[in-house]
Nanobody, 126 residues
Framework: QVPPVESGGGLVQAGGSLRLSCAASGRTFGTYAMAWFRQAPGKEREFVAGITWSGGSTYYADSVKGRFTISRNNAKNTMYLQMNSLKPEDTAVYYC???????????????????WGQGTQVTVSS
């Protein structure tokens, strides 16, 4: 499995929006549950949002609930994170992660994911 590749990060003002993408190659993308994590300078990596292999179930960290939306398009081998009402505290490197599994369980710890992208920087100015 080739590691996923994130894109879409950048600099945005508080209150603005960004859409991150995570592209994965291979025919088995649809068999993987996916998630977004982030890590701010000096802080531990934290779970942001996750989605099951089918897209039927999603789960969000309380800090982003109502502002971020995770989705996926298995035909395009791509996962997305729509981020609205961005805050300076959302500034971090955002990572895409994948794990094999057909369950409806959305894993929320990094140890449960076996494949990681290189990350994309999101900076929100006040």
């Amino acid at each position: 499995q080739v590691p996923p590749v994130e894109s879409g990060g950048g600099l945005v003002q508080a209150g603005g929006s960004l859409r991150l993408s995570c592209a994965a190659s291979g025919r088995t993308f649809g068999t993987y549950a996916m998630a977004w994590f982030r890590q701010a300078p000096g802080k531990e990596r934290e779970f942001v949002a996750g989605i099951t292999w089918s897209g039927g179930s999603t789960y969000y960290a309380d800090s982003v609930k109502g502002r971020f939306t995770i989705s996926r398009n298995n035909a395009k081998n791509t996962m997305y994170l729509q981020m609205n009402s961005l805050k300076p505290e959302d500034t971090a490197v955002y990572y895409c992660a994948a794990r094999e599994g057909y369950s409806d369980y959305v894993a929320s710890t990094g140890l449960e994911y076996g494949y990681w992208g290189q990350g994309t920087q999101v900076t929100v100015s006040s």
